[in-house]
C-alpha cells in the first residue's frame, strides 16, 4: 500500500467537490497540496459520442440506480465532474422559502443570495433568448398560457451554446458551463491534483483508503499507478453526493455516533408524460429545456418542466408496448414532452443503507402524497398538451395510458388519471436529483453536520454535496449544491491557520 | 449488402433463452409496415452486449426472469411462452405488468427496458423513426463492437 500525504482531500468531482476544489486553488497556489478523489474516469469533452447506449459510461449503473423496491431508477455521474456532465444547466436559485421549510440556524437566504449571484456570474448563466426555443418550448408555453397556468423561464449556465440537444449525454463541445468545463480545469491550473478512478473504499481519522483503477479505454490517464493507497490529509472533504458520502459514512461505522446519517433522502421523483403533435416539431433538435411552471409547486407539490429525451429513454417513458408503443415511437419527430418533478417529503424511512457486501442500497417508496401529486401533474400536462394542439397524450397513470381528448368522453383528465391507476413497478418513475442522507442540523441527534458542513465533533471532516439538504430544494439542485460548497469552502479558508497548525 | 467478416458471439441470450427473448421482444416491439419487431439477433446482440456491462446480480435476474416467462407459458396457452400463440402471450406479459405480487411487475419492466434499449439504440431503427442521430457522428468509441451492433456491420451468431 501506498501512502501519500495531503494537505486537503476532496472525494467527488460534482458540483460539490469540483466548487471547492476551485475555491481551495488559491491555497493550492500558495503551496498547499490539495487533491480530487474521482471515483470515475476523466473523460474530456470528445469521448461524448451522442449515442445513448455508449455514453452510459458517464453514469453510476449506467444511469439506472435502482431502489431496493425496483420502482425508481436513479442517475447520477460517475466521471470526473459527476452529475454536472449530464445536466442541462438548469439554474434554479434555491427558493426563500425552502430555506425557511429547512430552518438550519445559521443558514439564511440573505447568506445564499450574494452566493447565487456570485456564482452565477462565474459560471455564465444566462437568459435564454427567444432564439432558443424549439417547439416543443414553444408549444409547452402556448399551452399553458392558454389554460391560465403561467410560465417562467428557466436560466441556464451555457456558454456559446451550439443547440446541438445532447447535453443529457455531455455536453461534445465542453459549452455547459458544469465542473469538468469551469471548476476543475481552473482547480488543476492552480496546483490542486485530479485523481481519477480513484474509489475510496474506507474512512477514518484524516485518512482514506482508495483503490486506484486502470483509466478505462478512452478515458484521460491520471497521475498515479493502480494499486491500494492511503491518502492522508489535515481535512477531508466529502462530494460524492447523497450515495457515495452517505454510503462511505455508513462503512465507516459513523451510524453509531450519527443516527440519522443515510436517512432523509428526498429525490424528486420524475417522470417525462408526452403528447402526440398533429405535425413534425423535431424536440431533439434546439436546447431541451427552456420553460417551467411552478403554479403547483405548493399544492399538490411539483413543478413542470420542458424536456426531451433520445429514442430509447423516450421508449422506457412512455411507458406503454406492444401498437401502442410503435404508434407513439413512429411518431418520435411528432412528440411533446413535459417532465414531472414531484417536491417528495423528507421522510426517516427513506434511506441509503448498505448491503451484506457494503454496497449502497437507495431505500425508497413512493408515498401516497407524491403519487397524486404524479396523478395531478400527468392530468394538468393532458391539459396542456391538449391545449397546444396534440390530438393524443400518453399519461402512464390513465386508466388508458395513450388517449385522446374523445377517450376522455366529457370527463376532466383529474378523473381519468387516479391513484387507483398509478401501480408502482409499473410507472416509469426516475430521479437525477438525489438529496440528503448527510442533513445539516444543530446536533448529532438530529443531523450529521453543522450549518458549515462540518461533520459534528470532527474538525477535520466536512461535506460539501447535495446529501447536506434537510429537506427537498424542491429545484432542480445543482447550484443550491454549489452555494453550500461555498459555504465549506469559505469556512476551510477562515479557519486554515487553525487545522495546518 | 457487405459481406461481414467479423463475428459477434452471444454469451447470454441462447438457447431457449434467446427463442423466449425473440417472443417477448416481439411483442414488446411488433412489427409494423414501418420498421421489424424487436425479436431479431440485431436487438438480442445490443442487449447481450449491454447484459455484460451490467451488475451480475441484475444480469442473473433478467436472465432468470425469461425463464420465469417461459415457463409461465404453460398457464396462458398450454405451452412454453414461446410456443404460445401471440394472443396468449399479449395476455400473459399483461398479466405480469399489472400483477399484484412486485416481483411480475419488476420482472416485466426490466425486460421491457432492455429491449427498448437494444431496439431503439439500432441505426437502422434511427431511420425508421426518422431519428438523425448525433450531430457529431464521426466521434469514435473506445468499444467499436456496440457502435458495429448498432450499425449492423458485425454478423451475430449464438
Redesign the interface.
Known sequence: MTHLHYDVIIIGSGAGGGTVASRLAALAADGLKIAVLEAGPHFSK?????????M?DLFE??G?F?SS??AITASFGKAMGGSTIMYSGVTFRLPDSVCEQWSVEGLSSSDLKSRFEKLEKELHVIEPGKEMENDNNRLFKEGCEKIGISVKKILLNIKNCEQ???CNLGC?HGNKQGTLSVQLPAASSAGVELIPNCKVTDLFEKRVRATICKA????LPGALNEGIYEFHAKIIVLAGGTVGSSALLLKSDFKKDFPVLGSYITLHPAMTVYGIYPK?IKN?KGFPKIYYSSDYSNTPGYYLETAFY???I???NLSL???D??YA??R??NLMAIIILVHDDALADNKITLNRKNEPVLDYTLSDKSISAFCDAQAKASKIFFAAGCNEVVMPAAEKPLFSKGDLNGREPESFITPKTF????M?VATAHLQGGCRMGRDRNDSVTDCWGKVHGKDWLYIADGSLFPQSSHVNPYLTIMTLADRVSERLIATKDQWMA | MPKLSKIYRLKYLKKNRLLTFFSVAD????A?T??PGGGSMETAA?VDW?MK???EN?RKKILLFLDVIQFTGLFFGGNFFSSNNIQAQ?RQ?KWM??NKI?LF??GF??I??FI??G???RED??S?????????PG?????ST??EL?QNTLKISE
Request: proline residues 10%; contains cysteine.
Open positions: 470528445e469521448y461524448f459520442t451522442q449515442r445513448e447506449i455508449e452510459f449503473s449506467g439506472a435502482p423496491d425496483g446541438m440537444g445532447f461534445a478505462p479505454p478512452g478515458s413534425k431533439y433520445y429514442p430509447f423516450t421508449a422506457k408496448w406492444g401498437k408503443l410503435k415511437m413512429n418520435y419527430n401501480i408502482p413497478n409499473k416509469p | 411483442r414488446v416491439i411488433p409494423d414501418n420498421s445490443v449491454y456491462r451490467v451488475p441484475i399479449e406479459l405488468e399489472n412486485r411487475r419488476m419492466f426490466g421491457k427496458t427498448e434499449m431496439y431503439y439504440t431503427i434511427w425508421a423513426i426518422s431519428y438523425d442521430g448525433p450531430v457529431l466521434r469514435t468509441y473506445s468499444d456496440i457502435r448498432c
